[in-house]
């Protein structure tokens, strides 16, 4: 296992590392990032995989769900991320409605997220029956992270964020899933919200890395939205969310210190302002003199 410390120097993570990765049972972490700081933070923290995820809908606009999120605004913040990803492998979603309608309008918008966004992958939800569909877009050189279990951009088919892949056709059908993606020719499958022991199926069944998401341990990588693991989604945490810290709560104490300080006139201080060149006050006050001479 060859780990690489924080702050050594990095090789730049392809599609290529992340099947080495898996092939030598070296766990592949992947975080979402939606802007500038935040990717140069988790790129900094030596994290393999950046996903600017849909999930931006709602902790980066405040929407209700995935659904409403435009090309034009996950390309935004795809941009935003590129220009602070030096080291990561990059993936951008592909958003409700934007590979739905056609084979051409897919190629072309995925096509987009390389070109305008500066992504190296998109993402797709669906399996089997997305398999065919994605064996184009990739036949247009463009890498593509395949995503199957609790698909989020088919909320209103599921009937809401449940746990899939629990009856044993369910499970049969995850397996016919991962098995098209894998024979597509994904870059890697993203598990989202199904047992462990169907995602450990499914990573030892295919040759592509698998990316967890409340799918178990025994992913051969696992991802976490960011807003997650700081606290800052305002909303009660799913099972699989661990908190690495509270980014709210040091967020709410700083703008509130901020306010006091400014209420009580402590800020800004003397050592916070700019000053006159000295040369500049002596002739400010010598002319200031004059004048007060003039009024008496
Ligand atoms: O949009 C997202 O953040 C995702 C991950 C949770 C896999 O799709």
Redesign the pocket.
């Known amino acids: 296992m060859s780990l690489t410390p924080i702050g050594e120097p990095r090789r730049k993570i392809t599609v290529a590392t992340l099947l080495e990765k898996k092939l030598h049972h070296e766990p592949i972490t992947?975080l979402?990032a939606y802007d500038y700081a935040s990717a140069r933070l988790v790129d900094d923290a030596a994290i393999d995989v950046i996903?600017?995820?849909?999930?931006?809908?709602m902790?980066m606009l405040g929407y209700e769900n995935?659904l409403s999120v435009t090309v034009d605004e996950m390309l935004h913040h795809t941009r935003a991320v590129r220009r602070g990803v030096k080291h990561a492998f990059l993936i951008a979603?592909m958003p409700y409605g934007s590979y739905h309608v056609g084979v051409h309008e897919a190629v072309r918008n995925a096509a987009r997220f390389m070109k305008e966004g500066g992504s190296e992958a998109v993402?797709m939800?669906g399996g089997e029956k997305r398999a065919d569909l994605i064996r184009r877009v990739i036949d247009a050189e463009i890498p593509v992270a395949g995503?199957i279990g609790l698909t989020?951009q088919s909320v209103n088919v599921m009937g809401g964020y449940k746990v899939q892949g629990k009856s044993l056709s369910d499970v049969e059908q995850l397996m016919r899933d991962a098995t098209a993606l894998d024979r597509a020719g994904v870059a890697c499958i993203?598990l989202?919200g199904i047992p462990r022991e169907v995602a450990a199926m499914i990573t030892e069944e295919v040759h592509t890395p698998t990316?967890g998401?409340g799918a178990g341990p025994d992913c051969d990588g696992q991802?976490?939205?960011f807003h997650d693991i700081l606290n800052l989604t305002f909303a009660h945490p799913a099972k699989f969310v661990r908190r690495y810290g509270d980014a709210a709560a040091t967020i709410t104490e700083a703008v509130q210190a901020f306010r006091a300080d400014v209420m009580s006139h402590q800020y800004p201080s003397d050592s916070e302002s700019y000053h006159l060149p000295k040369e500049t006050q002596a002739a400010l006050e010598t002319v200031l003199e004059r004048k007060r001479a003039m009024r008496k």
């Open positions: 992947c979402t996903l600017v995820g849909d999930s931006l809908a902790t995935t979603d993402k939800e995503h989020p993203y989202e990316i998401i991802v976490l939205v």
